[in-house]
């Protein structure tokens, strides 16, 4: 278990990293498209098409990351007036359970997604239409491990994620 959880926390660490990439690299692109587009007179061609794909993928980095943080939306109207013990055994457990089989969900239509997708190019790369997606059934994959350490009460060990990209700080949403 302890290898699984080292496994999954490097990956975690390299999707963080590569979400800040990614983002650098969205912000880059569209800023020189706009400078060429309005200042030089010429579009790139193949801008939009990058930033989007990318765009897609920080979505779904994005998404299995806050689900490890347990950053997730939540109505708390409902469950404020409920005691702790409740929330901690019944609503998180409830949350948890709901949160695998979304993950399954994107694991299973996210895979095939990736499948149809090579079938067809993308117009301006001429990149295979799976790119755009291959990263939906990777953040399934993730948020079903998180869910499912989250479900059994499981100590995910992520310290060192905690250091990288919150400063130091451990906390258990």
């Not at 912000?27 to 400078?35: A, D, E, H, L």
């Not at 997730?72 to 702790?84: D, Q, R």
């Not at 969900?105 to 997708?117: D, R, S």
């Not at 869910?147 to 995910?156: A, H, P, Q, T």
Request: charged fraction near 15%; hydrophobic fraction near 55%; aromatic fraction near 12%.
């Amino acid at each position: 278990m302890k290898i699984i959880k080292k496994l999954f926390n490097g990956i975690h660490i390299f999707m963080g990293y590569f979400g800040v990439v990614q983002l650098l690299a969205m912000t880059i692109i569209v800023s020189v498209q706009v400078f060429c587009r309005f200042l030089l007179g010429f579009s790139i061609s193949w801008a939009e098409e990058v930033s989007l794909i990318l765009m897609i993928w920080f979505s779904m980095i994005s998404m299995a990351i806050g689900v490890k943080k347990r950053l997730h939306i939540a109505i708390e109207l409902f469950t404020m007036k409920l005691s702790e013990k409740v929330m901690k055994n019944v609503i998180n457990k409830i949350t948890d359970v709901c949160t695998i089989v979304f993950s399954m969900v994107l694991i299973y239509y996210g895979w095939l997604l990736v499948e149809n997708g090579l079938m067809s190019t993308l117009p301006a790369t001429g990149f295979r239409s799976s790119m755009e997606y291959i990263f939906t059934p990777i953040a399934g994959i993730l948020i079903a491990y998180d869910s499912i350490m989250d479900l059994f009460g499981i100590d995910k060990e992520d310290e060192s994620f905690e250091r990288i990209f919150t400063g130091g700080e451990h906390t258990n949403a």
